[in-house]
């Protein structure tokens, strides 16, 4: 919910106008904080048991100053005063010995504004119920899973941005939360660890109940006993929906956000408006959606986030600048800049998207280091499976995949009607073509 400045919680104002009067009383020409409350409730189940319940209070504050662009700044965990005086006299002290940077600055003065959403109070008793029901209904229909650990948590969070141009942002948004980590086991064989994280607003829904959740589950279960294979070929993936959102990560630093920009490294630095992949590429960056309680209203840089296109039918339109990326390389300054992605669904259905691979990979996860600058990558195939002439066959153990970003966007060749939601993401399987697929 979108309403007129307000805070619930006065001490995270109060913090925050003693850092402006600080910052200003001690002669900087600009400030700006972030301050936040936290609430975490967590129940966790580790070993075949609860093994702890727990409430964790945390308190944040930020502090930047600019003294003739020089920057200096400071974190703390404290709301006492006389440690927020502290940490802008030592922000000052830092700035002193900072360098001079003309892009330095905070956000302009727009509407005031503040965003709610879901509760503040946890429901315990739904918490504890959602978690005996998700080991008992894993139990029953998935047999050999076995949990490692799953924690479930409610997160309570009140931020505020305030800065010295008479920015105020407020943010309250209380999430339930379920990760976890497992494996299947059969007598002495056992499958890799996997694992799923969900956000949503309601503990009182049974987990299992998620064709997600479900399908993750039983690929585990078909993973207890892996093949390998001999030789490479160039071959197609199946990109699953989690593993697809480890790929968009890369593609963000990789080619769109204020690192790759900055340095000049991007191989999209000069494309805006241009063909950079598939016209079945349709990928943005969301602020606000009824699906996906983990977006975040704010950006990092004191600006109210909107939803805004990344790529459209294969178009750049956008990169991910916050202010200081924009100011730094002369661009625009982007509406969002934060990670809730949605990936545009497509015409083909999931059956008939594996049935046109003729070999190649049904992709769960990636294992690998960073790309290169100019997008190459190369890493383990992790909780995945071979697909030969339309089938998918065996699950697959240490095979290596090969590829370059930018080229497996422009080599998208189907994009599946089914999307995954995980509060987080909401995103489709992509297959591409002529990836360098590696067996021992």
């Not at 001690?26 to 048991?49: C, F, M, P, Q």
Request: charged content about 25%.
């Amino acid at each position: 919910m979108k309403q007129a400045f307000a805070v619930k919680d006065q001490a995270i104002l109060d913090a925050a106008e003693l850092v402006l009067d600080e910052i200003k009383a001690i002669g900087a020409d600009e400030g700006e904080t972030w301050v936040s409350r936290n609430v975490l409730t967590e129940l966790y189940y580790e070993l075949g048991k609860i093994s702890m319940v727990r409430t964790v209070f945390s308190d944040k504050v930020s502090v930047k100053l600019l003294k003739d662009k020089r920057k200096g700044t400071v974190n703390l965990n404290s709301f006492d005063p006389v440690d927020i005086k502290q940490a802008v006299a030592d922000a000052w002290q830092s700035a002193g010995a900072a360098e001079p940077d003309e892009a330095e600055g905070i956000a302009e003065l727009h509407e005031n504004l503040s965003f709610s959403a879901g509760d503040e109070q946890p429901d315990l008793d739904k918490m504890y119920g959602q978690l005996v029901d998700m080991i008992a209904d894993t139990n029953r229909d998935f047999p050999l899973i076995s949990y490692d650990s799953i924690g479930i948590e409610h997160n309570h969070n009140e931020k505020l941005y305030a800065n010295t141009n008479g920015v105020r942002l407020s943010d309250e948004v209380g999430l339930y939360q379920l990760s976890n980590m497992f494996i299947a086991r059969d007598g002495e064989r056992a499958s890799s660890f996997n694992y799923f994280g969900t956000v949503y607003k309601d503990p009182s829904e049974r987990v299992l109940e998620s064709d997600r959740v479900r399908r993750i589950l039983d690929e585990t279960q078909r993973q207890v006993e892996t093949e390998q294979f001999e030789g490479s070929f160039m071959g197609d993936l199946v990109i699953m929906p989690g593993c697809l959102e480890n790929f968009l990560w890369y593609i963000g630093d990789t080619y769109l956000q204020d690192g790759a920009l900055i340095s000049g490294t991007s191989p999209w630095k000069e494309k805006l408006g241009e063909q950079i992949a598939s016209p079945l590429v349709n990928f943005e960056l969301i602020a606000e959606h009824p699906e996906l309680p983990a977006a975040s209203n704010l950006s990092g840089d004191g600006y109210v986030a909107e939803n805004m296109p990344l790529i459209e039918d294969g178009v750049l339109k956008n990169f991910s600048l916050s202010r200081y990326g924009a100011a730094k390389t002369g661009l625009k300054r982007s509406a969002n800049s934060v990670g809730t992605f949605v990936f545009g669904n497509g015409d083909t259905p999931l059956e008939e998207l594996i049935a046109g691979v003729e070999k190649g990979i049904l992709l769960g996860r990636f294992s690998g280091g960073q790309p290169s600058p100019s997008g190459d990558l190369s890493g383990v195939a992790k909780n995945s499976f071979l697909i030969e002439n339309g089938k998918v066959t065996n699950p697959l153990s240490e095979v290596m995949i090969a590829g370059n970003l930018g080229d497996m966007l422009r080599d998208t060749v189907a994009v599946s009607r089914e999307r995954e939601n995980s509060g987080y993401w909401l995103l489709p399987w992509v297959r591409v073509k002529n990836v360098t697929i590696s067996g021992k």
